[in-house]
């Protein structure tokens, strides 16, 4: 079943702009996760984010959890053509031996 | 380098003839998963194994088979594939996984894309 949600699917901006990307999920997790996929290829782990956290950085990235909303966001600031990509949020819940991965935002940033 | 190895990375075969994707990571990590990935769909979990010789379901383990005989080996067999399984699958590994779930983060693969005519 699907438990993270992306939106928006598909996202173009200008590089230099910031790129948002946000998430829900619907039941309670442990932590959640942000992945990057190249065109076909396999994911990169971005961030990690726990449940007890509220908003962790990583260099031009950062996340927010709002575990009361079940929503996480994913923040790109001065975008590069080379963040073209499609991200994924994954959440990790208490118990489950498995993350649940949402069906991806697009993101294209055009040079 | 620390990595997760599949092969093959592309695969056409026909219904019926039994395949075998290879898994392999070099980063002791003992927590190995299949994962398959269909457009809309996100990633869907087939199987995972938590050790050696300790294995169980996923969302979606019809018509696939793993084993973990050793600790840096996961391939995903199928025995007799279908046109419906035609997808792009990956392995990951993590280093471990504890009651409250996975709490590190996932190593993945390149990918095997794999059409069943």
């Known amino acids: 079943s699907q438990q993270g949600e992306e939106d928006p699917q598909a996202l173009s901006i200008q590089e230099g702009e910031n790129a948002t990307m946000n998430c829900s999920y619907k039941t309670s997790i442990n932590n959640l996760q942000w992945y990057r996929q190249n065109s076909g290829r396999g994911l990169v782990h971005l961030i990690l984010?726990?449940?007890?956290?509220r908003e962790k950085h990583s260099g031009r990235l950062r996340v927010t959890l709002d575990t009361s909303k079940k929503s996480s966001s994913l923040l790109i600031t001065a975008s590069r053509a080379a963040d073209t990509a499609s991200y994924f949020c994954a959440t990790a819940r208490t118990g489950r031996r498995a993350l649940t991965f949402g069906s991806g935002t697009r993101l294209q940033v055009q040079p | 380098e620390a990595q997760v190895t599949q092969n093959p990375r592309y695969l056409i075969t026909v219904t019926g003839k039994k395949l075998t994707v290879t898994c392999s990571q070099n980063?002791?990590?003992?927590?190995m998963s299949w994962y398959r990935q269909d457009p809309g769909l996100g990633l869907r979990q087939i199987y995972y194994?938590?050790?050696?010789?300790?294995?169980d379901k996923g969302d979606v383990p019809e018509g696939y088979k793993v084993s973990r005989k050793e600790k840096r080996n996961f391939p995903l067999i199928l025995e007799s594939p279908s046109p419906n399984q035609t997808s792009l699958y990956f392995c990951?590994?993590?280093?471990?996984?504890?009651?409250?779930?996975?709490?590190?983060?996932?190593?993945f693969g390149q990918g095997t894309r794999l059409t069943v005519v």
């Open positions: 990951a590994s993590s280093l471990k996984i504890s009651g409250g779930g996975l709490n590190t983060e996932a190593f």
């Open positions: 194994s938590m050790n050696v010789e300790v294995t």
């Open positions: 984010i726990r449940s007890n956290e």
């Open positions: 980063m002791n990590h003992e927590y």
